[in-house]
């Protein structure tokens, strides 16, 4: 079931080193890389479908596109090591067993866009594998794969670790650059069309770790290597982060397709402890819950998902087995999203605080019918009234928790 | 006037930084971080001085340090404990760690100890739902927490 093209060497010992990764082909691709022009590199990349694995997944050739041709300004690649959606821990997998492919990933991606300088901004809590990170470009640059003149190639590029300090909204790419330009972690307005992200006025790539570590196969093995695996509109594969109430959670590559049902009775080998499934947050915390009933005809891709009134996301599923309190799990996600509201717009600053303030009055027993509205109407007031995509999402998520298993609150309630 | 001064070592890493961004304002962060390591937490007078390398005003640092949940604007305990209470390991158990965390040493989440040795912190997610419960040891992570494993580690720690 599993199809190993980034995790390919996470179970080699030491692959985190130089000697180690080079022996497993880490760096291969940068051979080919410079025999080709910039704009074949996209075209590549942009055939091959790579779809952006951090929870949008947008088209990554098409991101790459909107960059100025012949800019005056420098370009920068910036890499979203932010790994912070409730029951997402993917990134950090790339992070500790392999440095080196998300280094090769961020050398291909930078030609091709014409950067010359790369941030990889890593969560602050991430301090163990941000580390090993450094110890691998430090490694990178004394063996001339990055610097100047990468391998005796006419190209330069520096790599360079900003280290987070614990904000959620971080992860949102624009709050991640206000963050970077060394500003408080609030979201930007969008522009009305299509262009870049600007890193201090310059045009500016944001992709997520996974998405670039998986750059270099495509490089190597070309497009349609890559879309042998996964659908037509979820070409590849995804790392599945598995948690919750199963026998073996954990990481799992899978090409996009694959069955949920399989990927939880099988690979994870079933409800912990021979329990019934409840329910399922498939694609981290901000997407809408699923009932052990929707579950049945779901494959991982974005396709299937959203046929099923939720996302893919970011690939990290929590499960929960039939004793869990569906309410007491929406009051986890609300203290959750009421801290992390950067609160830069009233609706969302104030929003999650009420859902979050009925929820705990419903747990302890004093709710009434009155509360399912103002939820409701909260929801209203969250949705498609903020700078960024934060609490429109809590919207959607808090509708389904309370459609989805309104008896359990109208128990609480009586 | 600032009293606090970056040791030597933050000076050049400071400096070394520098050529590594368009803009100075990028060091906002990596400031901080310098300050904590230094001082353990970081203080107003700390944040005038980093107003002044970065050329900015002390009320633009304050703005950003007071707005990253990871920077202390006040001193804290030696050991650093930063239980999840998220999702996964609210599943996991995280509840019964944090009342055996607070009962074993005698303080609520978000306290320190009288004698200034531990402080206990409810934190958002870690990224380590696959190997839940899990917390933060000052900068290290541990996992798979269990109480047996809990307890083994306040006596270690308590020696």
């Not at chain 1, 790579?50 to 596109?65: D, F, P, Q, S, V």
């Not at chain 1, 409701?376 to 959607?396: E, Q, Y």
Request: proline content about 4%; charged content about 20%.
């Amino acid at each position: 079931m599993m199809v190993k093209l980034v995790s390919k060497n996470f179970e080699i010992p030491n692959a985190h080193t130089l000697e180690v990764a080079r022996n497993y082909g880490r760096y291969a691709s940068l051979e080919k890389l410079f025999t080709m022009s910039p704009d074949a590199v996209t075209a590549e990349v942009e055939k091959s479908g790579l779809r952006g694995k951090g929870g949008g997944g947008a088209a990554t050739g098409e991101k790459w596109r909107l960059i100025p041709k012949n800019s005056d300004k420098p370009i920068y690649l910036v890499i979203n090591a932010d790994e912070g959606e409730p029951g997402t821990f993917k990134d950090r997998q790339i992070l500790e067993f392999d440095p080196h492919l998300l280094i090769e990933g961020i050398i291909d991606s930078s030609y091709a866009i014409g950067a010359h300088h790369a941030y990889i901004y890593v969560r602050g809590e991430y301090v163990f594998w941000i580390n090993r990170l450094q110890n691998a470009i430090d490694e990178a640059y004394a063996a001339g794969i990055l610097g100047e003149n990468i391998l005796g190639h006419d190209y330069a590029l520096h790599v360079t670790v900003h280290k987070g300090a614990g904000a959620y909204i971080c992860g949102e790419k624009t709050a991640l650059l206000e963050s970077l330009e060394g500003k408080r972690g609030h979201p930007r307005l969008k522009p009305k069309g299509k262009e870049p992200e600007w890193f201090f006025g310059n045009p500016t790539v944001v992709n997520n770790v996974e998405t670039i570590a998986s750059v270099p196969y495509i490089i190597n093995e070309g497009y349609e290597a890559y879309r042998a695996y996964g659908s037509a509109e979820s070409p590849g594969t995804m790392l599945f982060g598995i948690s919750g109430q199963v026998e073996r959670p954990g990481v799992y590559e899978l090409p996009y397709g694959t069955s949920m049902k399989e990927v939880i009775y099988t690979l994870c080998g079933g409800i912990k402890n021979g329990k019934k499934l409840k329910a399922i947050i498939p694609g981290g915390s901000s997407v809408q819950i699923l009932r052990a009933d929707e579950i049945e005809d779901i494959t991982l891709d974005y396709e299937s998902l959203k046929a099923h009134g939720s996302s893919l996301g970011t690939g990290g599923m929590i499960v929960m087995d039939e004793e869990v309190s569906i309410p007491e799990v929406m009051k986890n996600l609300f203290e959750f999203y009421h801290h992390e509201s950067c609160g830069q717009c009233t609706p969302c600053r104030e929003g999650t605080g009420w859902v979050d303030h009925i929820l705990t009055k419903i747990l302890a027993g004093k709710g009434t019918q009155e509360d399912f509205k103002i939820i409701l109407d909260a929801c209203d007031m969250l949705n498609g009234k903020t700078i960024c995509v934060f609490a429109p999402s809590v919207a959607f998520i808090a509708q389904s928790y309370i459609q989805k298993f309104r008896e359990e609150f109208e128990t609480l309630i009586q | 006037m600032s009293t606090f001064l970056f040791n030597q070592d933050n000076e050049e890493k400071f400096s070394a930084l520098l050529e590594r961004y368009p803009d100075k304002s990028s060091l906002m962060l990596p400031s901080l971080w310098m300050v904590q390591y230094q001082e353990g937490w970081i203080s107003l007078d700390a944040m005038q001085f980093v107003a002044k390398k970065l050329g900015c005003s002390a009320m633009d640092v304050y703005s950003v340090a007071s707005f990253y949940s990871m920077f202390l604007l006040q001193p804290i305990g030696t050991h650093h404990i930063q239980l999840c209470k998220t999702l996964s390991c609210m599943l996991a158990g995280a509840k019964t760690l944090q009342e055996h965390l607070q009962n074993r040493l005698g303080i609520k989440a978000g306290e320190t100890t009288k004698n200034g040795k531990f402080t206990l912190s409810l934190v958002e997610c870690l990224g380590s739902c696959g190997t839940s419960p899990c917390m933060r040891l000052n900068d290290d992570y541990i996992e798979n927490l269990t109480l047996e494993k809990l307890d083994a580690l306040l006596e270690e720690l308590s020696k």
